[in-house]
């Protein structure tokens, strides 16, 4: 069970959690969103809420929500360009379909 960044979104994560008073480290887990069903939610964690798993990456903190732990296990969290602008992009392993846009996300559970 992991959660890691490649190396430019460790730095990106790092330059803001350094930045930013009170932050822990990124918060990482899904909503119900778009036309597949789920997307990728990120913001600073600010604490540490019940049920969150925590993991770490080269001295990074990832906070993820117990309901969104099973969709975003073993994701890597990258950081680069998507048309004109940079985000953090994502490497799912369970996610076994995208819509069109790549905003969303459906997994083998949600085909059940």
Not at 13 to 25: C, D, R, S
Not at 51 to 70: N, P, W, Y
Not at 81 to 101: M, V
Request: glycine share 12%; aromatic share 8%.
């Amino acid at each position: 069970m992991a959660i890691t960044l490649t190396p430019i979104a460790h730095q990106r994560v790092q330059h803001f959690v350094q930045t930013t008073p009170g932050a822990l480290g990124l918060r990482f887990g899904v909503t119900k969103t778009g036309c597949s069903g789920w997307g990728h939610v990120t913001d600073l964690a600010r604490e540490q809420r019940p049920g969150d798993t925590v993991f770490e990456d080269r001295g990074v903190k990832i906070f993820v929500d117990a309901d969104s732990l099973a969709l975003v296990d073993g994701t890597q969290i990258d950081f680069g360009k998507q048309g004109l602008g940079e985000t953090f992009l994502f490497r799912n392993p369970n996610a076994t379909a995208e819509c069109g846009c790549g905003e969303s996300f459906t997994t083998s559970a949600d085909a059940a």
